[in-house]
């Protein structure tokens, strides 16, 4: 079988009054083009402080991109510390295996949307409560599922309302379902990301 490709699409907005967004997005490609991490980062609260966090956490991802995702989180929970925080939800996508493994902490949706005729039309991330950078977290795992053709993962922050994903047009590209969730969904008071990824 032939390695999955990836298209993407990134669409967000800072929240009303605000000159950045504490919402950041990272798309890592690794293990020479055979693995990509795609992860939504949402910095606790607004503002340069919220960005920086978001920016820390990007940092950290980046600096370990073969890691497990729970060490990778637990790394960017210690690196954290003292910070504002984040919460985030990432996903490493093996192409040349075409498996997706997931793993969120706090409040960032994800979801698969999987192609016609997967026994599981939709398959949501179950986030663990949490901040990293402050307290302490539950046990983490991340979760595996198959990735074929025409699936689609999106992850959304808390400023797009939870309920994006009902009558969206799968047919579209990733950058068109990006700009149309932001569009339509933006709650307009908060930061806000949508990250689609749709295999091919």
Not at 23 to 44: C, T
Not at 66 to 78: D, F, I, K, S, T
Not at 96 to 103: D, F, G, I
Request: proline share 4%; aromatic share 4%.
């Amino acid at each position: 079988m032939a390695p999955l490709s990836l298209e993407l699409g990134i669409a967000g907005s800072a929240a009303p009054g605000q000159r950045v967004s504490g919402d950041l997005e990272v798309v890592h490609y690794y293990d020479r083009g055979g693995g990509v991490l795609v992860a939504a980062i949402d910095g606790i609260g607004h503002g340069e402080e919220a960005a920086a966090s978001a920016r820390l956490a990007a940092d950290t991802i980046l600096r370990h991109p073969q890691e497990n995702l729970a060490g990778l989180l637990m790394r960017c929970h210690v690196t954290l510390r003292g910070t504002r925080g984040v919460v985030l939800s990432i996903a490493s996508i093996d192409l040349r295996q075409a498996t997706l493994s997931w793993l969120g902490v706090g409040n960032v949706v994800g979801v698969v949307f999987h192609a016609n005729g997967h026994a599981t039309p939709r398959e949501e991330l179950l986030v663990r409560p949490g901040v990293l950078g402050y307290g302490d977290l539950p046990a983490l795992h991340a979760s595996a599922i198959p990735l074929r053709p025409r699936d689609t993962l999106i992850f959304a922050t808390d400023g797009i309302n939870r309920h994006f994903s009902e009558g969206l047009a799968f047919g579209a590209s990733a950058q068109p379902l990006a700009d149309h969730i932001m569009a339509h969904h933006c709650q307009r008071n908060d930061d806000a990301l949508v990250v689609v990824a749709r295999a091919s």
